[in-house]
């Protein structure tokens, strides 16, 4: 291991349940009522992605301008809510300074666009990351492979001496494909077992030296292993 990318939303801050009021204002506008399966869904997705998700399930026309000024919109809320304050996901702040402190080059990888993760950055500590590539700025965002390979590429690491840190199905999909073993913290989603993921419950108690064991496991194991949360 050489280097750990980060996913933000619901990996390091628990910001999910934002986008969650953003979404369900958004809904309520349009007369409708947010499912969870349509919820789940958009998890870890791009904003247009999201935005046809929600359209589609909406019954709406899926008109780009349209989705544009809705997508606008919820950048502009979620904005505000962010402003208010972010929580960090339970061990994630320990664990970034402890690799911080041993060096361990790190980058942030997220579908969130540029604006709203520079604000998010505000409070989550820009300088521990290297580099950062957020959704707006790749051709293609996750579950597209491209975000992590950008992010890789930018830290002079080959994908797979790199540990992605993620939390939803997207974004595990865009890890893999980019040929990055992966460390799964679920939480607003469960993510199914499979070769080249470590799952674990959270972050609490993990240091360096245990993400190095495990990007090490994922590099000879074929089936994916829980470990148990820290009591």
Known sequence: MSAVLWDMDGTLVDSEKLWDIALVELYAHFGGRLDAAVRHATVGSSAEAAMRIVYTDLGRPLDPALMRASIAWMHARVGELFGAGLS???????????LAAAAV???????TTRSLTDRALEQIGGHYFAASVCGDEVVHAKPAADPYRVAAAALGVAP????????????????????????VVPNAVTVPAGPGRHHVESLIGLGPDDLRRIHAGLGSAETDVTVPAEP
């Open 105 to 111: 080059p790190m980058a942030l990888v997220t579908n």
């Open 160 to 183: 797979a001496h790199c540990l992605v840190i993620e939390d939803s199905v997207t974004g595990v999909t865009a890890a893999q494909d980019a040929g990055c073993p992966v460390l």
């Open 88 to 98: 960090w996901c339970p061990g994630a702040r320990e664990l970034l300074d402890a």
